[in-house]
């Protein structure tokens, strides 16, 4: 029969159940260093069942006991720490499968090999962010999914805590990487489809693009060379900072911008003109040929019920050298004189209304994606110019201050034709004659006013949104001549304009 005594000689102390003279059943045991304690079961002198055994600096264990050992089920507390093990014991260490609570509010539910994490796991931190896989060593290592806190989520290889292998990185704004890993970071091949819609499909080194572009190259040179009135075709690519074209970039958005040169406002203007320039603000944009100002686009429809001959010609790039002037203006002028197809109402307007804008063009919806590392803006058509548009107005009102002389057309013919009838001896009723056929063919030969010749700005940005990596591809810039249509027909206006461009080859 079981008896509960006080048993004094070795130990300090034991109050408890005791049996055949030693403790068994259930007792209160308090080591000789006072360290310890222990309190439950008892068989044959041991602990044995269900027992805690306490430490003076505020650690336990609480569980099973075999024979004297702790193992079995349990609950160990450090008191140095914060952590809670609740799990299996095996000689009094943490090793089976169990849950590691720790002081940080992080924990671990699953395999331990004598304290150490092990095998297959579920892993969650202090910011509730959780891992899922395999542990090696008391580290992520192997194959394994992490969520994070962000929203990014990764599925893939692990070494040493870090994300090393092949994995697929999901991201909380949509972008996805796949591809292969090194020091937590992308490296090696891999594929990362941007949120922007931008794809990058190549080598990457430290988290960073291999072959990364940073800048857009408008193709055919800083000065490109354009007939009045011709549709025409902007042709990108984008490099990196060595200047090679970088094919693994795809999606990136482009816009094209075309302006012109922004005037100065001279002191010498009339106040009227001045206090009406005041009222028109214009937006600025900075380019490496100065402040301009943004001009429209048009879009020339080639699915409509007609297609002006305009239109219906090839597709028209830049010319980067005038040498091919004279083969666009033939096209020009041909275009201009088949005017038989055109519908009435803009056959009725060629002299340049406005009107024949509206059956020959769309507004232009001046945005591209990039595919290879290139991309073009196709049949590209400069519009008329807007009302009130600032740098015209202010080119208008110079030459109009500008007391230039110049010999009127019809006066500059009848002296020819005076001094042609000094040397033919013709009737001069006959001479007016054939001088207004002249006059009336010059006149009707002449191309309409839609756009004024001259320099024009082009400039294609990269738009993407949000920008790929927190960067955006540098813009790219062209001069844009724009030659009068009928070049035979006003050779001084051909002699101007060159002289003009040459200044900008130079630079």
């Known amino acids: 029969m079981a008896r509960r005594e006080k048993v004094e000689g070795e130990s300090p102390l034991y109050v408890g159940e005791v049996k055949h003279e030693l403790r068994d059943g259930f007792g209160l045991y308090i080591y000789p260093n006072s360290f310890f304690r222990y309190q439950g079961e008892w068989k044959a002198g041991k602990k044995h069942g269900h027992g805690k055994l306490m430490m003076r600096d505020g650690s ?32 009094g260490e943490v090793l089976g499968f169990g849950v590691m609570k720790y002081a940080d509010g992080s924990q671990y539910d699953g395999e331990f090999h004598y304290g150490v994490r092990i095998g297959h796991a579920l892993l969650m931190d202090s910011h509730r962010q959780t891992y899922r896989g395999s542990f090696h060593n008391d580290k992520k290592h192997g194959e394994g999914e992490m969520s994070y806190e962000n929203g990014d ?36 091949q891999g594929c990362m489809t941007h949120c922007s819609g931008i794809v990058y499909d190549g080598m990457w080194i430290n988290g960073r693009p291999a ?62 003109f001045l206090k009406l320039l005041e009222d028109l603000e214009e937006k600025l944009i900075d380019t490496p040929f100065g ?100 740098p015209f107005m202010i080119s208008d009102e110079q030459e109009k201050m500008q007391k230039v002389s110049k010999k009127p057309i019809s006066r500059t013919i009848i002296e020819k034709a005076a001094a042609l009838q000094d040397k033919t001896g013709e009737n001069r009723m ?55 249509r009928f070049q035979e027909d006003n050779p001084e206006s051909h002699k101007t304009t060159m002289k003009f461009s040459s200044k900008h080859r130079g630079n």
């Open 60 to 91: 336990y264990y609480e569980g099973q006991f075999v024979n004297g050992e702790i193992n079995g089920n349990g609950v160990r507390y450090w008191a140095a720490t914060g952590n809670t093990y609740y799990g299996e014991f095996k000689e």
């Open 153 to 188: 989520h990764y599925q893939g290889d692990w070494v040493l805590d870090q994300r090393q292998g092949h994995g697929v990185l999901h991201c909380a704004d949509g972008s996805v990487y796949e591809g292969q890993w090194r020091n937590d970071l992308f490296n090696g």
């Open 211 to 272: 072959a990364m572009a940073t800048k857009i190259l408008i193709r055919g040179g800083e000065v490109q060379y354009l007939v009045q009135g011709s549709p025409f075709t902007v042709q990108v690519e984008l490099q990196n900072d060595d200047g090679q074209l970088v094919t693994t970039e795809n999606g990136s958005i482009l816009q094209l911008w075309i302006g012109v040169r922004n005037i100065e406002v001279p002191s010498n203007l009339s106040s009227s």
């Open 291 to 390: 402040l301009a100002v943004e001009y429209p686009l048009m879009h020339c429809v080639l699915n409509m019920s007609f297609t002006p001959p305009m239109c219906r010609s090839p597709p028209l790039t830049f010319c980067s050298s005038p040498s091919n002037f004279t083969e666009l203006s033939e096209l020009a002028c041909d275009a201009k004189s088949d005017s038989s197809s055109l519908p009435s109402s803009v056959q009725s307007h060629q002299g340049g209304s406005p009107d024949t804008l509206s059956e020959v063009f769309q507004t232009l919806q001046s945005k591209v994606k990039v595919e290879a590392g290139c991309a073009a803006f196709q049949d590209i058509a400069l519009a008329r110019p807007p009302p009130n548009y600032r």
């Open 430 to 484: 006959n001479l007016r004659k054939k001088l207004g056929d002249k006059m009336k063919k010059t006149v009707n030969n002449v191309a309409p006013q839609i756009v004024r010749p001259g320099e024009y700005i082009i400039m294609v940005k990269d738009i993407s949104s949000p920008p790929f990596l927190g960067r955006k591809l540098q813009p790219g810039f062209c001069i844009l001549m724009v030659m009068p």
